[in-house]
């Protein structure tokens, strides 16, 4: 598979490193205005970084599209002419369209839209996927590239902006309850190295419960919750304090954010 990353940034780079974790690529393009910073990753010898996005795109089969959404036009416009059909255009670019990608480079491409997070560097993102109608033919391609790195769901474009609020923002926001777990367990006397151990790990055998279980979290909850203990005494204050609530509120603010920049 040859591959290329337009845009070396926090999510192209993410994504790179997930490549080189899952020896997803034969070879990898990554391009960025200023390569200084990312020369490094042609210690890798597969890996050319570059400025030159056309010919990243000439060298590659699947192009991976990491960009700010204020640039992806003007760089799908230097690009159009080198496409053919070996090209499977992938864009991770939030609330940019498929219809808007069209309107560029034609609707005869393989077009896919990517929502992956950045714990795809660590070869374990969930990733939200939709494509065009030609694209359908290389679904099974990206659910591929992107299932050696996590987890991939087909979804319809209209759940797209949802997706991202879930999976590339829920990173911040599972970040910030490990964290906050974390200083919770420092009062309780942990250094904070342990006691950041302890939440990130506790953290991770609760999704991996869920995950091999298939099981509801309240089920896992009842299997936790002895009747009068310490357990259900933290959980029900935290609920008053509005734990759920908060999640909530806090998801549907950055959905509305995200559907308004889409406007803007
Ligand atoms: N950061 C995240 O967790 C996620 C980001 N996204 C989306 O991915 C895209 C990139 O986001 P970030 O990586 O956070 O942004 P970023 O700003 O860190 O990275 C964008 C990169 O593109 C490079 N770039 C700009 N113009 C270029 C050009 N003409 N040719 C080649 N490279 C060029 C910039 O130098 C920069 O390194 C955005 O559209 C964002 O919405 C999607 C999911 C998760
Ligand atoms: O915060 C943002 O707007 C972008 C989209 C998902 C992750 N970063």
């Known amino acids: 598979m040859k591959i290329a990353i337009i845009g070396a940034g926090n999510l192209g780079l993410a994504v790179a ?5 899952s020896n997803g690529a034969t070879t990898m393009y990554l ?8 020369k490094d990753f042609e210690k890798y010898g597969n890996v050319t970084v570059t400025s030159d996005n056309q010919e990243a795109v000439k060298k590659s089969d699947v192009l991976i599209f990491a960009v700010q959404p204020g640039h992806f036009a003007a760089i ?20 940019f369209s498929i219809s808007k990608i069209e309107e560029i480079i034609g609707s005869e491409r393989y077009i896919i839209r990517s929502m992956p997070n950045t714990a795809i560097s660590v070869g374990n993102s969930m990733t939200c996927l939709c494509t065009n109608e030609l694209g359908k033919k290389r679904i099974d391609l990206a659910k591929a590239i992107f299932n050696r790195m996590g987890h991939t769901l087909e979804i319809p474009e209209d759940q797209m902006q949802a ?18 777990t974390t200083q919770g367990a420092i009062q309780l006397g942990f250094d904070a190295k342990e006691a950041q151990e302890l939440a990130m790990h506790t953290c991770n ?10 099981s509801h979290p309240e089920e896992e909850i009842d299997r936790v919750t002895t009747p009068k203990g310490c357990t259900i005494e933290g959980l029900n204050e935290m609920e008053h304090q509005g734990l759920s609530s908060s999640l909530i509120r806090g998801i549907v603010a950055s ?5 308004h920049i889409k406007k803007g």
């Open 17 to 21: 490193k997930g490549v080189l974790h």
């Open 205 to 214: 055998g609760a999704a991996s419960l869920l995950i091999e279980s298939g």
């Open 163 to 180: 997706a991202t609020v879930i999976c590339a923002s829920g990173i911040a926001f599972w970040m910030r309850l490990i964290r906050a």
């Open 31 to 38: 391009t960025k205005r200023n390569t200084t910073e990312i």
């Open 76 to 95: 799908l416009e230097q690009v159009k002419d080198l496409l053919t059909e070996k090209h499977v255009i992938i864009s991770t670019i939030t609330g």
């Open 255 to 259: 959905f509305e954010k995200i559907s």
